[in-house]
């Protein structure tokens, strides 16, 4: 035991141990003062005995390395407070702050911030060796691991607190270390009110949580993010922006497994915007390719819960095997689903998109947009296509029934002419758009309304502003696929069992010819002679 004079010697190792025998069942991590500037020990030998320490530095249990300026130790409790300079090195990864303390028996580190009464202004700091991974704050706590966690749990919060590291995925392909220059990729930065760590790998941030790595953005009121495994979660009002692409949703999980961003799924109230390229649906997969989006599907709902009896075991929500029903998520069946009652309901709006003159609904939409242009629209169940391109056709009075184009049917197909097939001057919509509408196919009970401006305007009046009636076209078919000119126009058509509707305007029928005060011809039949 050091002396009350204090001893002096960078090298010099005494037999001075934090811990020892705690209350019954409590783990002892015990820690041994290996070199001190100065020592001063008071009190008997019970819990109220006392040590003060200068330029201490510590070695504990695991490996951990502890040293300050100045600390105090509480034999009875097994309490370590450290001031000035403190370095904590565990797990490899050093701690610096300003004050911390440290409990030894159950492996609890306490730091934080004494900016706001010594005007320090240095914070917390958390480095990870080998690849310079940070987290600062102004406070945090350390829960080691021992036989109740299995691994360390890191708890960051004060100030806004900021992790930069880098992901796991790359170099854990190789089984070497890398550093943040070898793996060749922007670090991550996560900020929010408290961030979170268990282990080495898994993350989560809560409190207006924002994210920033090279051009992707993410935010969430909270977040959960597996950087060995690349899985991003966000929560409440997430929302992920990258190059053209928006998503936004209550919830967004997002796989990254290497440097780019794989796959992508927002559920509830889920929203894209690529380009000029809206989608809208329940939940939204997107695949991504090269880091642009490739491909998005997009749900009404997800899938449909249905009541089970839990008779052999728990089901998903945790009942035990108790024979009570429970509830779980399963895919429709044909020999449990009664087709007469529907399993979910009907008054959730259906996917949706929408580009500039287009717009599609349907229970599921699965949309193909190669390096993020629009190629190919695929909606099934309840779809319909709308076509606005042709707004200038519409009179101020029009009713809205007759104001667009449409295709319905249980399937329906657009496709779209790539961008470089499309002129300049043969866009549909307004300026600016990059794809033109080529084809759209109807399948299983197909239906179509489309308008034409009247070929032959002999004897149609226009109206005030110069428009004429249009001719309207309403007919069905088991398939119809419809052809679309440059200017949105249908150009052909084939059906299949067609029937329906082709109305023209109503031309006013010749006058006769006004015989008033002529006289009857002495050669015409009924004539009289003067």
């Known amino acids: 035991m050091l002396g009350a004079r204090g001893l002096t010697g960078a090298v010099l190792v005494v037999g001075f141990l934090l811990g020892g025998v705690g209350p019954a069942g409590a783990q002892s991590r015990d820690c041994e003062l290996v070199s001190a500037e100065k020592s001063i020990t008071r ?18 249990d695991g490996g951990t390395r502890i040293q300050a300026d100045s600390s105090v130790h509480f ?5 370590h407070q450290f001031y000035g300079n403190v370095k904590f090195v565990d797990q490899g990864r050093e701690m610096s702050a300003q004050f911390a303390q440290f409990f030894a028996r159950t492996g609890r580190l306490d730091a934080r911030d004494l900016s706001q009464t010594q005007g320090a202004a240095e914070g917390v700091r958390i480095v ?9 704050g102004s406070g945090l706590v350390l829960l080691q691991a021992n036989e109740r966690r299995p691994e360390d749990q890191l708890t960051v919060r004060g100030g806004r607190p900021r992790a930069v590291f880098h992901t796991r995925g790359s170099t854990e392909t190789t089984g070497e270390e890398e550093s943040p220059d070898d793996a060749g990729s922007a670090p991550f930065e996560i900020v929010g009110d408290l961030i979170y760590m268990e282990g080495e790998s898994l993350l989560r941030a809560r409190g207006r949580v924002e994210i920033e790595r090279g051009d ?3 935010y969430g009121d909270s977040i ?6 690349g899985r991003l979660l966000l929560f409440r009002s997430a929302r992920i922006l990258q190059g053209n692409l928006d998503v936004r949703g209550d919830t967004i999980e997002v796989l990254m497994p290497g440097d780019a961003i794989e796959e992508l799924e927002s559920r509830g109230h889920g929203r894209l915007r690529a380009g000029s390229v809206f989608i809208d649906g329940k939940v939204l997969h997107v695949f991504f390719e090269e880091d642009q989006p490739n491909r998005v599907i997009a749900l009404r709902r997800p899938t449909p819960v249905v009541e089970v009896a839990g008779t052999a075991g728990p089901d998903s929500t945790g009942v035990a095997e108790s024979g009570e029903r429970g509830t779980r998520e399963v895919d429709p069946v044909p020999d449990l689903v009664d087709e007469e009652e529907p399993q979910v309901s009907d008054s959730l709006p259906p996917a949706e998109l929408r580009a500039e003159g287009f717009a ?9 947009l190669p390096a993020g242009e629009l190629e190919r629209v695929f909606a099934s169940g309840t779809a319909r296509a709308i076509s606005s391109a042709r707004d200038s056709l519409n009179a101020p009075d029009m009713p809205a029934e007759l104001r667009s184009d449409w295709l319905a049917a249980d399937t329906v197909i657009a496709t779209f002419l790539p961008p470089d097939e499309v002129d300049s001057d043969d866009r549909n919509g307004d300026e600016g758009s990059d794809y033109r509408l080529d084809t759209l196919l109807g399948r299983v009970s197909a239906k179509t309304f489309y308008r034409i401006a009247p070929r032959d305007t002999v004897g149609i009046q226009p109206d005030e502003d110069g428009r004429r009636p249009l001719e309207l076209n309403y007919t069905l078919g088991d398939e119809i696929k419809i052809f679309l ?13 067609p029937k329906g509707a082709y109305f023209q305007p109503v031309r006013p029928a010749p006058s006769p ?3 008033t005060g002529t006289r009857p011809s002495r050669s015409a039949p009924g004539g009289r002679p003067r």
């Open 128 to 136: 990870t060796f080998g690849t310079g991974d940070t987290i600062t």
């Open 360 to 368: 599609v609904t349907a229970d599921s939409i699965d949309v193909s």
């Open 224 to 229: 959960e993010f597996d950087r060995a495994d």
């Open 513 to 515: 010819p006004d015989t």
């Open 75 to 79: 034999h009875g409790s097994a309490l």
């Open 43 to 60: 009190g008997p030998q019970n819990a109220s005995r006392r040590s003060w320490i200068t330029k201490p530095v510590f070695r504990c």
């Open 216 to 218: 992707l953005r993410a």
């Open 485 to 497: 000119n440059a200017n949105a126009e249908v150009d052909s058509m084939n059906v299949e069992n």
